[in-house]
């Protein structure tokens, strides 16, 4: 079947009218129900890797935010070989291969997560190649940017892009609802701990079965359950007891701190030390569930994606070499839509990735605290559905305007996270407004996305293959948005209980990003109105 399409010229009225529509949106349909599962592969371990303590997997919380961010520094390292290998393979092929290789993560995910002895350099490996769905993006994108003309560029952009990125929502929806069903395998019993449970169990047994139950485990659990612990709590409680002994302290604690750190435990050890307290306790819940299911059911849609897109794509003939796509980097215009689309697509991509470990890590010790997975798709959805509705609005408004209100929205955000102690928590009643937040930041990246897509082609008008470039580009670097916000969200909640240092981070970030696409391509006069 031939690949290469003899000639395109979309800004033709005649062809587009007679051929060209046709043509590319039928590559945009295709293209952007393989870019959904690209997401959502991608987002896997994000939302699997909540379940795995529960399960009997003996991960660190370090070990866990980990496994998040993996796929985000791998995908922004294929983007960035995505972003060459379209002018040279061309749709068909890209795309087409692309879909296939997403079969390794979503078959050998299914296997790993059956056997609680499978080591965790397995589970690394796995998430390296989830990010075979994020590096995708970086073709998919510029090759619907060169099927369009330039007035629907941004419409098209946004649809594909936004409804792209609803596979992050449906990786986060399907899982909880698949967890019940069986596509291959026995079924595994998930753990979980009451934390308001707990403290009755702590109150209705004696201080000295307590202290038996935790003097005879090991001293290297009995010291990762009483690093859960504040250490001036740790300090005062030494000091008043006049013993450096794990177990003497451990039974001194307050109920709160003593049932909290519990429930921080491993569920399955958790369930262990209560148990032994207080055999018939009502603190651990169990349940049956087909966690392998949530990465063998990408399998057949995958396969069905790959065969529609051999079947009815077509390549562009543009072939050039890497070596002459390499003149992006000598426009400084690269290097801040680089900036811009970080603080967009970044911040969107980041909070995704670590949304679930968030609520599980802030607000998991608190009684009825909540199910991350229950909440977290609502993000990730609420920024998809912005950024499809935004791509229209950018095609009538320009991009430049939306990006800069997408900086000033997420600031704000940053700002009311950090000042109302919504990611350092005192209590349950803090989470609605935690939620409420994180959405509205979610909603302003997707309105930034669509903005910054609207901006580059304009940016770069006299040189369309640079445009598609450039957009590769950007994404290969906001790709490595999960891996930033994961990796430091998480480092800054094992050192201190909190990510506010983090955050104070992102809003400065943000306003340097804001005043760059404002003074470049939003004001009055400016360089590259878009």
């Keep these: 079947m031939k690949t290469w399409l003899d000639n395109w010229e979309p800004e033709n009225e005649k062809f587009w009218n007679e051929t060209g529509s046709k043509i590319a949106w039928r590559t945009l349909i295709i293209t952007t129900l393989s870019l959904i599962m690209s997401f959502g592969s991608w987002f896997m371990m994000s939302v699997i890797a909540v379940k795995l303590p529960g399960l009997g997997f003996s991960f660190t919380k370090d070990q866990l935010f980990w496994l998040v961010a993996i796929p985000g520094l791998a995908a922004g390292f294929l983007r960035i070989i995505h972003t060459f290998i379209l002018p040279i393979f061309g749709t068909r092929h890209v795309v087409t291969f692309a879909t296939l290789l997403k079969l390794i993560p979503a078959i050998g995910v299914g296997f790993a997560v059956m056997d609680t002895n499978t080591p965790y350099w397995v589970f690394v490996l796995l998430a390296i190649t ?15 940017s060169l099927f369009f003309p330039k007035r629907l560029k941004g419409t098209a952009l946004g649809i594909q892009a936004g409804i792209g990125n609803f596979g992050v929502s449906l990786a986060q929806f399907i899982t909880p609802l698949i967890l019940s069903v069986s596509i291959y395998g026995a079924s595994s019993v998930f753990t979980s701990i009451d934390a308001k ?36 709590v740790l300090d005062s ?3 008043v007891t006049h013993s450096k002994e794990n177990h003497e302290i451990f039974s001194a604690l307050p109920i709160k701190e003593k049932s909290k750190a519990i429930a921080s435990a491993n569920p399955k050890l958790a369930a262990q030390i209560l148990h032994k307290i207080s055999p018939k306790n009502e603190a651990v819940k169990t ?13 057949g849609f995958l396969l069905g994606l790959a065969l529609v897109s051999w079947l009815f794509l077509k390549s562009i003939p543009m072939r050039v070499s890497v070596k002459e796509q390499m ?8 290097w801040y839509c680089t900036i811009t689309y970080l603080m967009t697509f970044g911040t969107f ?7 679930p470990l968030m609520i599980k890590f802030l607000y998991g010790d608190f009684a009825n605290a909540p199910d991350p997975l229950v909440y977290a798709f609502y993000g990730p959805l609420i ?21 800069t209100i997408t900086g000033l929205g997420i600031i704000a955000g940053t700002i009311i996270l950090v000042t109302q102690g919504l990611v350092a928590p005192t209590s349950m009643d803090q989470f609605p407004l935690f939620v409420g937040v994180m959405l509205m930041m979610f909603f302003f990246t997707g309105v930034g996305n669509a903005g910054t897509f609207r901006q580059f082609p304009i940016i770069f008008s006299e040189n369309q293959r640079q445009a598609a470039g450039v957009i590769g580009w950007t994404a290969a670097i906001a790709a490595f948005g999960p891996f930033i916000f994961s990796i430091l969200i998480g480092s800054n909640i094992g050192s201190n209980g909190s990510a506010n240092q983090f955050f104070i981070g992102l809003i400065l970030f943000c306003i340097l990003a804001t005043g760059i696409n404002w003074w470049f391509y939003n004001r009055k006069g400016c360089e590259k109105p878009s």
Excluded: C
Aim: glycine residues 8%; positive net charge; hydrophobic residues 45%.
């Design 130 to 144: 989830t990010g075979f769905g994020g590096g995708d993006f970086s073709s998919f994108m510029p090759s619907t």
């Design 197 to 232: 449970n707990t403290q009755i169990v702590l109150k209705d047994s004696t201080v000295e079965k307590q202290k038996e139950v935790f003097a005879a485990l090991d001293v290297k659990t009995q010291n990762s359950i009483l690093a859960t612990v504040k250490k001036q």
């Design 237 to 239: 409680v030494s000091a």
């Design 287 to 299: 349940t049956d569930i087909y966690i392998q299911s949530a990465a063998f059911w990408y399998t």
């Design 327 to 334: 003149d992006i980097f000598k426009n400084k215009h690269t």
């Design 349 to 355: 991509a980041g909070l995704a990735a670590a949304f």
């Design 383 to 403: 920024g998809s559905a912005s950024r499809v509705l935004f791509g229209f609005v950018a095609d009538k408004v320009g991009g430049a305007i939306l990006t």
